[in-house]
């Protein structure tokens, strides 16, 4: 990223739990077919309204970072608390969320989802879509010109992904989704 980034341990080194960073994780839960859901929060909702994300989101007491991805997953898709991933979940690595404070634990796991689905209509304006396929191919891979810090921040160049029918893909979760991208490129798409 081009501006303040550091590593999640860089992160962890300078702070506690709590008061310098708040821990979170996402679900990245890729269909038979494929695809990958994506939320797109809801506008005005802090540092990352309007913006691309995986499900998830902050860790509660008493749960681990696992359970956390599970539970935001099911809350921000709308899905019960029965349905579980068909895969043991595989985290992937921490990414540090400079803006929001939060240190990130992707899960990726593979699972089944309905074609429409009950979303929080409150936290997630839109679930998109994304194709596994599109991911890799290198072609939607760009630097588009992003607002950062919301209505009140400033713009600056980002690396992401444009995939077509979605908003702009960039930061955190265009990191996580970098890494599934070389983790499929690896082991032929």
């Known amino acids: 990223m081009p501006y303040g980034r550091t590593s999640a341990a860089e992160a ?3 702070g506690r739990a709590g008061e310098a960073f708040r821990e979170a994780a996402v679900l990245i839960g890729v269909e038979p077919d494929g695809r990958i859901a994506l939320i797109e929060r809801a506008p005005g909702g802090g540092v990352h309204g309007g913006q691309m994300a995986l499900p998830g989101g902050a860790l509660e007491t008493g749960e681990t970072l696992l359970q956390c991805a599970l539970r935001e997953w099911r809350e921000e898709l709308g899905l019960s ?3 579980e991933p068909f895969s043991e979940p595989v985290a992937l690595t921490e990414v ?3 803006p929001s404070r939060f240190i990130v634990r992707p899960h990726v796991a593979a699972v089944r989802l309905a074609d ?3 979303f929080d209509r409150t936290e997630v304006a839109a679930v998109h879509r994304l194709r596994t396929e599109d991911l890799v191919d290198g072609a939607f ?5 992003v607002r950062v810090g ?3 921040g400033f713009t600056i160049e980002a690396p992401g992904f444009a995939f077509p029918d979605m908003p702009f893909i960039w930061g955190a979760t265009a990191m996580m989704l970098g890494e599934l991208k070389a983790i499929l490129a690896a082991h032929g798409g």
């Not at 891979?141 to 010109?145: A, F, P, W």
């Open 81 to 83: 608390t029965e349905v």
């Open 141 to 145: 891979q760009l630097t588009q010109r």
């Open 96 to 98: 540090h969320v400079v």
């Open 116 to 118: 429409v689905l009950d």
């Open 12 to 14: 962890r080194a300078s």
């Open 150 to 152: 919301g209505p009140s």
